[in-house]
Every structure is written in C-alpha cells, then in structure tokens.
C-alpha cells in the first residue's frame, strides 16, 4: 500500500486538485478531493471536469494496483447531482478483470454519503510492470 501510494504522489494534475489516495490495493482504491473554489464552475458548483479528475484518478489507482500498467480503453461519467463544499469521496471497485482488459466501477460521493457521480472505466492491461 505505502509504495502504491508513494507512486501515485506523481501525479502531479492530482495533486494540484487536492486528490489524495487513501486506500489501494487488489483492484480496489479510495481518495478524496477537498474542495476550494478553484474547483467550482461559473454556476458555483463543483466543475464536472474536477469531479472527472478524481473518479479517473480512483480509476487509475484501482486498475494500476496489481502492479502492471494499464491504461483507459474507455470511460464515461454520469452526474447526478451537484457539490458546492466540502470533500468528495471516490470509491473504486474491480467489477471484472481478465488478462488485457479490466472494467471498474466508481462512485463519487459528498459528506452526507450522497451520490454525486458515477463513473465507468475499462482498463487495457500491458505487460509492463510498475516499480511496487
């Protein structure tokens, strides 16, 4: 877990957007993004862009947590309701995983555990392997 997370401090688009991991591992991953107002849009809601950040970020660690690269084949994002302040949380789950392609699937909630997004990602596995 510690060097999974230690990769991940890399992503520097992440961390200029408040996302920290919290919990990776055997497909699985967790973070968080603390929202400031730089992540609001024109409306004061959370931009659907940084909403993106985070589940793909989640993505990313969930589907790179077994220790071979993968990629995005294939995401997309449904919104289904809006975030002002506070934390959203993001939680990755493996739903299937073979050995080229994996399909993960990610819930971004608020404080209140309130749905804010859901997120579909399809990984495409490579053969290279990650330093952890």
Known sequence: MKAIKEFFKGDQFAARNNIELLEAGNGNARAKMTLHPHHLNGLGTVHGGAIFTLA??????????HGTVSVALNV????????TTGTLWADAREVSKNFKVGSYAIEIKDDLGELVAQFQGLAYRKKDKLPF
């Open 56 to 65: 793909d970020f989640a993505f990313a660690a969930a589907c790179n947590s």
């Open 76 to 83: 997309s994002i449904t919104f289904m309701k809006a975030a």
